[in-house]
């Protein structure tokens, strides 16, 4: 189920992008405008959907960046309620690690 994980965070990134001013757009990166509470949500629901926590990098009340691990890597997740935007970003597993993601 992890290896979808990120096809589904960035079928959501389409979505919202679609829907609302994508900011900027790269092939490991998509940033989009929406509000924060939203933004938490989809790291719930991403979290559910993998059935365990992410792992939190930022938590303050402004800003939320979570890493999610993926069978083929990671997505790292960061919702700013100053600017109302999602930050989405894929990484895949350093080869020179020698290590894969899932736990």
């Known amino acids: ?10 079928g959501t990134m389409g979505v919202f992008a679609a829907s609302s001013a994508a900011l900027a757009q ?29 792992v939190k990098l930022v938590s303050t009340s402004d800003m939320v960046t979570v890493r999610i691990n993926a069978s083929d890597g990671f997505v790292t997740v960061s919702c700013d309620r100053s600017s109302n935007k999602m930050t989405l970003t894929k990484s895949p597993v350093p080869e020179a690690a020698g290590r894969t993601a899932a736990r």
Do not use: Y
């Open 1 to 10: 189920m992890r290896s979808t994980l990120l096809a589904t965070m960035l």
């Open 26 to 54: 790269s092939a490991d990166t998509r940033i989009a405008s929406m509000p924060f509470g939203e933004c938490l949500s989809i790291i719930n629901e991403a979290a559910q959907e993998v059935d365990e926590e992410p």
